[in-house]
């Protein structure tokens, strides 16, 4: 495993010897506290027994405990993905027997008293953009269909450093960013991979990019996956596989070794965080991938807050049932409005309110930074690796699509930053947004040849406004369809800049009221 790049290295921080000796103390204890996990944590308050069920908190727990040991833990997980991943096609490379072999060194450290980190032992899975040492890692395009790192990405070796094993990687879409033509949009699918399935319908879309992670996790074939998010490629999956995920705030974590890593006008929307069956999951694992690398140079030392600390008595919620599209579902509508009721017995008070003019300006000024280069940042992408064939729905993107003047895209950064501004201050009462994930449940990923049908409402749904915005929001299962399929609702809770804390509380309620995450039937 690569170790991580040593602060010494990062560079000068100010003019003299003492102050600059001085400020990288200073950065690297500010490092050191952003991505610290805590030194003790409460028993699991999760039911399930299985361990292939059970959330990595519970898991690591009992690993600790002698009750456990890592080669039954990844031997558990192995299985359960030989067993079904035919079926859901979430795993596209897999490594099982370097996985047997570091849990077996983890179980001799543990005999010996010695411990990894606060995941000793813990099987996991990696969506396919991120770089893994020694591992295939083909970002979903064929130019890197014979990829191996050489040394993973920074959160993967943060993960592993905790003593989190790997066992496979996770399908995603080309990049990260395109699909099948004539195939739903939010659906995980490339030429290369295929489909990926949500295994509560083996016909429905698993959702987004980081799809293959959210079908991994809700089926029980890894503990935890981390996803990307750069217009809802970590939420989308949670709110379709009916598990817990969250986009922390706008470079709290590294993108080093993602395939679309940092830096450039868009920088600021792509986000890195975990998913996972639980909330506590998500508590435990995203400070531990938070926090400077020194390679990504938007990435700030921002010390993570205690979810334990907060007091859901004194919070002040907002929420909106829809975007005025009219195509946000009933049942998704009435989810929304029973976790506000549950919020309102909990909390010091809840509002109804939809920004919607703030939020269409948003909408229109990403639709113009998203496609103003005639998508030739997709085909650089494409040079980079080698890749001469991509995806259809692209080929077709980029004759379609044309440049916007320099004078019209500079016009749109600019309304984008106005309006985080305005965002800000009128949400500064609050302390969450309630939300909706996406309009409906997870919809068939088979749809024919002809364009989905318009709607009236924004083009981006509920989930890229946050990522423009670079707030933290995460999505936490509340609810299911009512058309006797109970497929999973999961409604976004969204938190001011930072204050990842406040969102963890709030979900943790919001779970303990609706069960969170269910079994799928496969």
């Not at 558990?76 to 897999?94: H, L, T």
């Not at 295929?194 to 293959?212: E, F, H, K």
């Not at 981390?226 to 999956?237: E, F, K, N, Q, Y």
């Amino acid at each position: 495993m690569s170790s991580l790049p040593d602060p010494a290295n990062a560079g000068p921080l100010s003019g003299s010897r003492r102050d600059f000796l001085r400020g990288r103390r200073l950065l690297a204890t500010a490092a050191a506290t952003a991505g610290a996990a805590p030194a003790a944590r409460a028993a699991s308050s999760d039911p399930s027994s299985e361990l292939v069920f059970m959330s990595a908190t519970k898991l690591a727990q009992l690993i600790r405990a002698r009750k456990v040991s890592a080669v039954e833990a990844v031997q558990a997980f192995i299985k359960r993905q030989e067993q079904i991943g035919y079926s859901i096609n979430a795993m596209v490379m897999q490594c099982h027997d370097r996985a047997l072999r570091e849990a077996h060194n983890a179980d001799q450290l543990a005999a010996r008293g010695r411990w990894l980190g606060p995941l000793h032992g813990v099987p996991m899975t990696i969506k396919d953009s991120f770089d893994t040492e020694g591992v295939v890692s083909t970002g979903g395009t064929i130019g890197r269909l014979q990829y191996v790192p050489k040394q993973d990405a920074t959160v993967v070796a943060r993960l592993r450093k905790a003593g989190a094993i790997l066992t496979a990687k996770t399908h995603t879409l080309e990049f990260t960013l395109g699909g099948l033509a004539g195939i739903y949009g939010s659906t995980s699918s490339t030429p290369l991979n295929g489909i990926t399935r949500n295994p509560y319908d083996l016909t429905r879309t698993s959702g987004a990019s980081s799809g293959g992670a959210g079908s991994s996790v809700a089926s029980g074939c890894a503990s935890f996956d981390v996803g990307s998010d750069w217009g809802g490629s970590i939420r989308l999956p949670a709110h379709f596989d009916g598990i817990v995920g969250i986009k922390p705030t706008s470079v709290r974590v590294p993108r080093t070794g993602h395939i679309v890593g940092y830096g450039g006008a868009l920088d600021s929307w792509q986000q890195i965080g975990p998913l996972a069956r639980r909330v506590e999951d998500i508590e435990l694992i995203t400070p531990i991938i938070s926090g400077p690398d020194f390679h990504d140079a938007a990435c700030a030392p921002v010390p993570w807050r205690d979810p334990g600390a907060v007091d859901l008595k004194k919070l002040k919620i907002v929420y909106f049932t829809n975007n005025t599209g009219g195509d946000t579902d009933q049942d998704t509508i009435a989810t929304v409005r029973k976790a506000a009721q549950w919020l309102e017995q909990a909390c010091a008070g809840v509002t109804e309110d939809l920004p919607l003019a703030l939020l269409e300006e948003l909408y229109a000024a990403r639709d113009v930074l998203t496609n103003g280069d005639g998508l030739a940042y997709y085909k650089r992408l494409a040079d980079k690796w080698g890749t001469k064939s991509f995806s259809p729905s692209r080929y077709e993107q980029m004759k379609r699509i044309k440049p916007v003047s320099t004078a019209e895209y500079v016009q749109a950064w600019e309304a984008q930053d106005a309006n985080r501004v305005k965002m800000l201050q009128w949400f500064s009462p609050y302390d969450a947004l309630i939300c909706p994930t996406v309009a409906t449940p997870a919809p068939v990923f088979d749809i024919g040849y002809e364009p989905r049908p318009a709607t009236t409402g924004p083009r981006w749904g509920y989930t890229s406004a946050f990522n423009s915005l670079g707030w933290p929001a995460m999505v936490v299962r509340c609810g299911g369809s009512s058309d006797g399929r109970n497929l999973p609702i999961g409604l976004q809770v969204v938190t001011q800049p930072w204050r990842e804390d406040v969102g963890i509380a709030v979900a943790r309620h919001l779970e303990s009221r609706s069960g969170g995450w269910q079994r799928p039937p496969i």
